[in-house]
């Protein structure tokens, strides 16, 4: 079967550090791998998709970059951290073969202090 | 563009009534539509599914929603609630265009009264 792991789950950083946050799914190949950030009262915001290795779209422009250097693996990151990058982040991933369902890791807590 | 809009940010209800859940899509064209359930401080996790098949849809858990096109509706209900459902719900929509994004709604937090 199928599973989706991220780590760290809670992060405490200081403004201006670096950020990384990584997701790997096992028992699948080709998978489409999609980054979420879940604001307090607003939602899960897309931030980032990848159909494959090296693919990487952006749905919004901010201070964080995503990579995927293997098949499944997603890597989240951030040269500088601001305050408004808080935030619970979610990684997801689909089989890419029109069933639509996401499936999602247990999440990651950033607070940017 | 699709969008998804859920009424409501916080439902509370007594243990043993029923629950509604309500969500509003727009999208120009076939949707598939989804209910997500988020306990405190977990991923997402799905409930249910809509894809163009029946239009009644049962998920786990005792929930169910049913699309209605003309109301471009995709509500949610279970006939009683139980304590155990006391968590955020998200309504989601897809298109399964390209990378089969989900845009979500902002999410119902439901409160289950003893």
């Known amino acids: 079967s199928q599973t989706i792991h991220q780590w760290p789950a809670t992060l405490v950083q200081p403004v201006g550090s670096p950020l990384s946050l990584e997701c790997t799914v096992e028992?699948?190949?080709?998978?489409?791998l999609y980054w979420y950030r879940q604001a307090a009262g607003r939602g899960l915001q897309l931030l980032f998709y990848?159909?494959?290795?090296?693919?990487i779209s952006s749905e919004v422009p901010q201070n964080l970059s995503a990579s995927r250097p293997q098949d499944r693996q997603f890597i989240l990151s951030s040269k500088k951290l601001l305050l408004s990058d808080s935030g619970f982040y979610l990684c997801?991933?689909?089989?890419?073969?029109?069933?639509?369902?996401?499936?999602f890791g247990e999440g990651s807590r950033l607070t940017v202090l | 563009a699709q969008s998804v809009t859920q009424l409501g940010s916080h439902v509370s209800v007594s243990e043993g009534a029923l629950v509604l859940l309500r969500c509003n899509y727009s999208s120009s064209v076939p949707p598939y539509l989804f209910w997500y359930v988020q306990y405190p401080n977990q991923g997402l996790q799905l409930l249910l599914k809509y894809t163009s098949a029946a239009t009644l849809v049962k998920g786990i858990n005792g929930f169910e929603a049913e699309f209605k096109k003309s109301e471009t509706s995709f509500h949610l209900t279970k006939p009683s609630a139980h304590m155990s459902d006391a968590a955020e719900y998200f309504c989601?929509?897809?298109?399964?265009?390209?990378?089969?994004?989900?845009?979500f709604g902002q999410g119902t937090r439901l409160t289950i009264n003893p």
């Open positions: 989601a929509v897809s298109d399964l265009q390209g990378a089969q994004k989900l845009v």
């Open positions: 990848s159909v494959g290795i090296g693919q």
């Open positions: 028992g699948t190949s080709n998978p489409n």
């Open positions: 997801a991933w689909s089989p890419g073969l029109n069933t639509g369902e996401l499936f």
